[in-house]
């Protein structure tokens, strides 16, 4: 890897008459996150000019969006989504649920940080002025990254965690959300699958099926974001890959931050998942659902 090379090799691409997309795309799915910043950092100092900015005045569209997203450093691309999604037209719960129920701990503490840098306001406070009521107290609590990260399981405790869920929700009239957010966004991953196997004998049916016929909405997606993430996280992004293209349209937002922000952490396991859930794989799902350089790309993050 010569990042002196890389960064010849992107500016010739750009340089003269018309843009070489390919040349584009081979060099930036090859290289990793960490090489990506060494070849920017590069091209600064060896060409003097801005590789970002050159990328956007030659790209453009959905093509765009994702070599620009593969140009930016991991935490900076989930804060930039999140400001996205809450200060945009409208609010993208979709998103801030998506990242706040599935980045570690260490993560979302980046993610504070930077976000506050970056934009001057703190991230709770902009989840705070943008969303209301249990939702917004489900995302507060996610966005403090304070979950148990232990692996111990307290058998007791899940016991009586379980029966606080039953009562909190299938065995009483209206659903006391506060019991729901307390266990499931803060307990570790352990504990909460053991209380999952307990509930469904409590309860008789799955954690799932309770949240989806106790709350609605936004709140009820969260929370089962949260429960998926728990499980089995590469099925819960299988899954949200599969509902923004499948039907008519494609949900670009979604389809273009999952394929980044996970093309280097567990695409592997997010292929096997998505194949065994839906029957069909990722890739071909991709290239019936997407056109031009812009599947080229995704089709590379994909691999296979």
């Known amino acids: ?36 910043q060494q070849v920017l950092i590069t091209y600064k100092s060896t060409i003097g000019r801005d590789l970002i900015d050159d990328l956007k005045s030659e790209l453009s569209g959905n093509f765009e969006r994702v070599i620009v997203g593969l140009m930016t450093p991991t935490i900076m691309y989930d804060v930039h989504e999140l400001r996205r999604a809450l200060k945009g037209a409208g609010t993208d719960e979709g998103c801030l649920i998506e990242i706040l129920a ?9 993610i504070n940080e930077n976000y506050k840098l970056q934009y001057g306001s703190t991230l709770e406070d902009d989840i705070v002025s943008d969303t209301s009521s249990m939702f917004r107290r489900v995302l507060v609590s996610l966005a403090t990254g304070n979950r148990d990260e232990g692996t111990f399981v307290d058998e007791a405790l899940a016991q009586q965690d379980a029966q606080c869920l039953y009562e909190a929700g299938e065995k009483k009239w209206g659903t006391d959300e506060v019991q729901f957010m307390s266990i499931l966004c803060t307990r570790n991953r352990c504990h909460l699958l053991r209380v999952f196997d307990v509930y469904r004998v409590v309860a008789n049916k ?50 273009i931050r999952v394929m980044v922000s996970r093309s280097e952490v567990d695409m592997l396991y997010i292929r096997r998942e998505f194949l065994a859930m839906y029957g069909k794989s990722l890739h071909s799902f991709i290239k019936g659902d997407c056109s031009g350089d812009y599947r080229k790309v995704l089709l590379r993050l994909c691999g296979g």
């Open 102 to 110: 599935s980045r570690t701990n260490a993560e979302i503490r980046h």
């Open 1 to 36: 890897f010569s990042p002196d090379q890389e960064a010849h090799a992107l500016r010739k691409a750009m340089k003269g008459l018309g843009t070489d997309e390919d040349a584009i795309i081979d060099i930036l799915t090859k290289l990793n996150v960490s090489q990506r």
């Open 206 to 255: 799955d954690i799932t099926e309770s949240i989806k016929s106790e709350m609605s909405g936004d709140l009820e997606d969260a929370l089962l974001a949260v429960v998926k993430c728990l499980r089995n996280k590469p099925a819960y992004f299988a899954e949200r890959l599969y509902k923004s293209m499948k039907g008519l349209g494609t949900d670009d937002s979604t389809l």
